[in-house]
């Protein structure tokens, strides 16, 4: 659809203005009839509970001046306040004749969670209820802040919440308490309103409601609004659809609404608006989803469990209740949560109170779904008394001490008083949460299979029909051992319980790629330990920072249903909901929607994945090439389904051909599109791997193949300065006469590959190869490997008989022309998300340690080649240098690995080039071709580093004889395929490395897809 910009009135538009003003006063916190979750910290004790003073609701907030210098606590659950410029914010409370405090402090957090906190002075000579307020102007710097490192601007980045309080005493040796009541938000200046209206509060398109598709525009405020702006939509793939301006005065307590064009395809929409009302400029970015939604369903799950984790304990009724509409309208069956042991029994000698549990569980029973319980979050006094850490020096080297034991007794107790009461609404239970993780199990390994046994016996006296699952495990084996209490956890712990679990409950964060071989390991576990149970994949996702929200949702279509190929039960995608806004918080990105209930594209994606597959039988895997993965299911009204996809995010196209076919083939995307495709004599060609599909094959008994032999092209085209080349694509007639096809090529750049076109006829069962001539040619632009633009790509087009026609891309692989000086412009670039790698576990207390962007990591290369000697310079941007290693090592501190590749050598070199703790300089290596020493080459390797802290770059300066690596003149003026990885540790392992391309950090070294340089 071409871009459409209109400027004008907004009373041009079709639109409606409300006639109803809005309340100007909102109530942001009033105690009701159960005591929110608070924390206080371990320092400054004190005590919150429920109470009534003068016939109102109120937190007791009571303390001994003696123990602590202030109270204070933070809310579990924090209160949002609607976005405002200018407001007063009203204190209901409560006080005592006698006072024993001189201030209240509200405390208010940011968007990044920076948080301050306005002071009340308290009038100690009045008693009984008492208002108190302050006025808010979130133009205006915070009086002072605190928070994460990085976040600490003083500025109010919207959204707002009450986040706490504080109390300041005035007896600084007396007992004293408070009561604290209501907090209430008079909107003196509002910020106009936003709101995408689609029909549901979750923001999802039915086909059929496109009329009431329409952007609400408000003011909350009390005067007058002047607004200009305009709003942008655009799709998953961010081509832009429409453009829209407007300006308009709108009054108080009005609204305007203005209908948005009908989208065309399924999938998500972003409508990105920009308004000025004269006092500044706001921005704001909401979505929709344009589906059929594949729920919610009444009947009990069955088949392969389609599943979402969320934290709806945290929030208030009506927020579960979204949260439950939104899992159900996607398709999911299964939620899974934590038992909320600390809300249901807050104190040892305290009634259990299972109705907490009990009416969050309707709410999702209400919506068709059944609850897979977590038996993790324990009330500190069931805490084991005799518990020893595992690393009692785990919080000081990463920020928290971990969880503790718990107490066995007491865990027995309430799993079975739990399961008791809970018999039949809880089938699925969980013994705990990645207990291979210290941060979440700080204790040993024999500890947790204590907990097992314990658990599978008071689940199976209170519900024998009940499945008894274990912990999830994070990983099968986790990257940082420091960070468990065993290393091989995983192991270990189900092999010394066995017979104590039913279900191998199994997690595996993070990209496809990283988690085929933990899955294949899993596997190969089960064999090894004589294993003939399930495994459920109960926790696996991974973060849409650094890679995106697509990625993010293929990589949902690619994780879910491997693990269905590899036989588990369910997969339970982490989580419903973001954490908060921070674009650069690993916690804050791995929802299918927002926190504030707008969709991604992975809800999108889920809801399609369930429509299609929705109780399916896994078939069979299919050989794919190199580097693709493709599957056969058979969805429940018989229609066969492929999908296919390439491991890594950024996979270039594939040709597919299916055989067998005698009925109608469809391309159906993540999102659900479907796209016809033509077929003859029993064959359909299929162009795959740049984007996850699935193949839907309908209205036939057998069976589709899938071959990959009747074209055969390469899979890039490289292209010399200097030179000519060729390439061959092949042709395979595998029917039983001869076919006449044609062939055409054409690069959307311009560059001229001969033939354009020719016919061929190619008899039955041959094979036909056609040559195309490349003539020598420079890069149209400055070489950028790894950036995220698509490089140009050749478009083929071959035709066999009459309806057999695939057109498929081949990218163009320039080769960079090495100049003999160092240039200005560097030669390669590594600084964008799709060139990086994370070894991090995804939990949260690692979340400081994912890649927060280039000033975080990065790196600029500038090679050069002179009189046989190759000089490479790589100036690291980083902004912690950490090297404790050496020799073999050091990739697992910050450093910088070299490989090169060329023609005729057999094998590759792999060096590294390190600025080590001391200040000098160390040159090592992994791999080298066969025949040359490798001490002596390295002897010749020339290698100077320095590290600038003020500017936070390191400088590695190598000059490197050709002959001394075995690559003579002639070769380096041909070509040699060349690597460079850098590797960051920040916490005394490696986190993360950005490479230049695939094959080189994760043990491969495999030198097709590098890039190739040529000496002048």
Known sequence: MPIRRVVGYLACLCLVVSTHAASTTTVLFAPGETMPRVGFPPVRPGKAELAEYDGRKAIRCSWD?????????????????????????????????????????????????????????????QSGWQSYS??????????????????????????????????????????????????????????????????????ILRPGDEAQLALAIG?????????????????????????????????????????????????????????????????????????????????????????????????????????????????????????????????????????????????FEQQGLDSQVCFLNYPNWARDPNWQPANPDYGNRFGNRGRPMVDLKHYGDFVQAFMTQFRHRVTYVESWNEPDLLS?????????????????????KASPEARVMTGGYTALKLPYPERSSHPDHMAFSMAEAKGFYEIHAFHGHGSHARYIPQIIGLRELHH????????????????AINIGELAQAETL?????????????????????????????????????????????????????????????????????????????????????????????????????????????????????????????????????????????????????????????????TIHPHRAGTFALSLHNPTAGPLRGTVSVRSDNGYAITPAELAVDIAAGTTRQIDFNTPPS???????????????????????GEKLRQQFSVPLRYLTVIGKDLPETPTFVLKDSAQLHSTVVNEPGSSHLFWKGPQDLSAAIRLACKDGVLTAQVVVTDDKHSQPFTGRDAWKGDSVQLAIATPGQDGSWEIGLTHLANGGSEVTAWAAPKGIEISAALA?????????????????????????????????????????????????????????????GRGDNNSSRYPVICCE
């Not at 950028?784 to 790509?793: S, V």
């Open 65 to 125: 001046a003696k123990e602590s210098e202030w109270y204070e606590f933070s809310f579990q659950r924090t209160y949002p306040l609607p976005d405002i410029y200018v407001g007063e914010i009203i204190v209901e409370l409560w006080q005592p004749a006698d006072c024993k405090a001189e201030a209240f402090n509200l405390r208010l957090a940011d968007r990044d969670g920076e948080t301050t906190q306005f002071t009340m002075l308290l009038d100690r000579s």
């Open 528 to 543: 090894q330990l004589g294993l003939d149970i399930p495994w459920w994949a109960n926790e696996t996702a991974v973060s």
């Open 557 to 717: 279509f690619k994780k879910l249903l491997f693990s269905w190929a590899q036989g588990a039960m369910g997969y339970n995608w982490y989580d419903l909901r973001n954490d908060g806004y921070d674009p650069k918080e690993n916690e804050h990105n791995f929802g299918l929607i927002t926190k504030d209930f707008y969709p991604k594209q992975a809800y999108a994606t889920y809801n399609a994945l369930v429509t299609l597959y929705r109780e399916a039988k896994y078939l069979r895997e299919y050989a794919t090439p190199e580097g693709m993965q493709a599957y056969l299911f058979q969805a429940a009204n018989g229609d066969f389904l492929l999908p296919s996809w390439c491991i890594d995010f950024k996979g270039e196209e594939r040709l597919l051909t299916l055989s067998g076919i005698n009925g109608s083939v469809h391309a159906v995307d993540i999102f659900g599109n479907e796209t016809a495709i033509t077929s003859d004599q029993g064959l359909a060609f299929i162009a795959a791997g740049k984007a996850p599909m699935t193949i839907r094959v309908s209205g036939q008994q057998q069976q589709p193949d899938l071959v990959s032999d009747i074209i055969s092209a390469p899979q890039d085209i």
């Open 440 to 460: 979440f199990a700080n204790f040993s390994v024999e500890n947790y299979i204590a907990i097992m046994k314990v658990f599978y016996e008071a689940v199976k």
């Open 219 to 363: 003011n909350p405020g009390q005067g007058t609004l002047p607004l200009s702006g305009h709003y942008v939509i655009s799709d998953a793939w961010q081509s832009t659809l429409h453009d829209q301006a407007f300006s308009l005065a709108l009054p108080a307590g009005r609204s305007v609404s203005l209908p948005l064009p009908a989208p065309t395809k399924l999938g998500v929409y972003y409508v990105d608006i920009t308004l000025n009302d004269s006092r500044q400029e706001l921005s704001r970015r909401v979505s929709y989803s344009y589906m059929t939604p594949a729920g919610p369903t009444s009947e009990r799950p069955k088949g392969f469990l389609f599943g979402v984790q969320s934290h709806s304990w945290r929030f208030p009724v009506a927020e579960q209740k979204l949260e439950a509409q939104a899992m159900a309208l996607c398709g999911a069956k299964i939620r899974r949560c934590t038992s909320t042991w600390a809300q249901i029994q807050p104190t040892a000698d305290g009634e259990r109170n299972f109705a907490v549990f009990g009416d969050l569980l309707a709410i």
């Open 778 to 800: 420079a890069a149209p632009t400055p070489a950028a490997i790894g950036a995220l633009a698509t490089p140009p790509q050749a478009q083929i087009t071959v035709a066999l």
């Open 134 to 203: 302050f006025e808010l102007d979130t133009a205006k710097k915070m009086p002072g802040s605190w928070g994460k490192e990085g976040t600490l601007n003083k500025h109010f980045d919207l959204p707002i919440r009450v986040a706490g309080v504080s109390i300041r005493f005035a007896d600084k040796e007396a007992a004293g308490e408070i009561g604290f009541g209501a907090v209430r938000l008079k909107s003196i200046l509002a910020q106009p309103s936003v709101e995408l209206v689609t029909g549901t509060p979750i923001h």
């Open 940 to 1000: 010749q390797i020339i290698l100077t580093t320095t590290r600038d802290d003020e500017r936070m770059t390191t400088t590695y300066a190598a000059t490197l004889p050709l002959a001394a690596l075995g690559i003579d003149a002639t070769a380096a003026q041909h070509g040699i395929a060349l690597n460079v990885l850098v590797n960051d540790n920040d916490a005394g392992s490696r986190e993360s490395f950005l490479v230049i391309a695939p094959g080189l």
